[in-house]
């Protein structure tokens, strides 16, 4: 079964440093990778995704993100925080194979809330 | 237009009553899905459909019960509320079933 890891609850930065987010996934067949964005009392909106082209992603809103096989890990980043980039961050998995339970079903991670400070 | 619309976004309910919420997508997509976010924010799928085609149903209890009269729309049915119903409820959509999904805006449930 597929699973993916957040580290870090809550990340803070100042406005224009290097935001990062962390996001490591198990899954036993290639994976597609996305990351959402949920501001208070909002839908999730999708900000990019991997899905086998280019390892290095580039999303919406100055956002990018790195597939790395070896180390399980598909990272957001940008390189300067806006105060408007302030909100929860959610890394998701989705297997590939057809056949078997866990194929279509989207798998979130615990969600990071990135602060933004002035 | 709002691609994936949910109603109503606010239900505050009595415990043991039964409620529907309806969701609509315009997107021509094949799959939609319902997931609930718990108060500590974690998004946790509970069904998804497929042409109509029931294709994923997690461990839900059978107070909630899923129908989609057609590709567009997958409405969610809750039986005899419990105070542990509480939950934002989101409905999504995606052209297959391997494709990025496209949320609605949620379903704020409030059980009393």
């Known amino acids: 079964a597929q699973s993916v890891t957040q580290l870090g609850s809550h990340v803070s930065v100042s406005e224009g440093a290097l935001v990062l987010l962390r996001c490591n996934y198990s899954?036993?067949?290639?994976?597609?990778l996305f990351w959402y964005v949920q501001y208070p009392n909002q839908g999730l909106q999708l900000l990019l995704k991997?899905?086998?082209?280019?390892?290095l992603v580039k999303g919406i809103n100055g956002f990018e993100a790195e597939f790395k096989k070896s180390e399980t890990s598909f990272h957001l980043t940008k390189p300067s925080a806006h105060m408007s980039d302030a909100a929860e961050y959610f890394c998701?998995?989705?297997?590939?194979?057809?056949?078997?339970?866990?194929?279509?079903?989207?798998?979130f991670g615990q969600g990071t809330i990135l602060t933004v400070h002035p | 237009d709002t691609a994936v619309s949910q109603t109503p976004k606010y239900l505050v309910t009595q415990m043991g009553n039964d409620k529907s919420i309806k969701c609509e997508q315009n997107?021509?997509?094949?799959?939609m899905y319902w997931y609930k976010q718990d108060s500590k924010k974690f998004l946790k799928i509970m069904f998804s459909?497929?042409?109509?085609?029931?294709?994923i149903n997690e461990t839900v209890p059978n107070r909630f019960s899923p129908k989609s009269p057609d590709k567009a729309h997958l409405n969610l049915h809750i039986n005899s509320l419990e105070l542990g119903d509480s939950a934002v409820y989101f409905c999504?959509?995606?052209?297959?079933?391997?494709?990025?999904?496209?949320f609605g805006q949620g379903t704020r449930l409030t059980v009393v």
């Open positions: 899954s036993s067949v290639p994976p597609y």
């Open positions: 459909y497929n042409n109509k085609e029931l294709i």
């Open positions: 991997y899905t086998s082209a280019a390892t």
């Open positions: 999504a959509s995606s052209l297959q079933q391997w494709a990025e999904a496209f």
């Open positions: 997107l021509g997509h094949d799959t």
């Open positions: 998701a998995v989705r297997t590939t194979n057809a056949g078997g339970t866990s194929y279509g079903k989207l798998t």
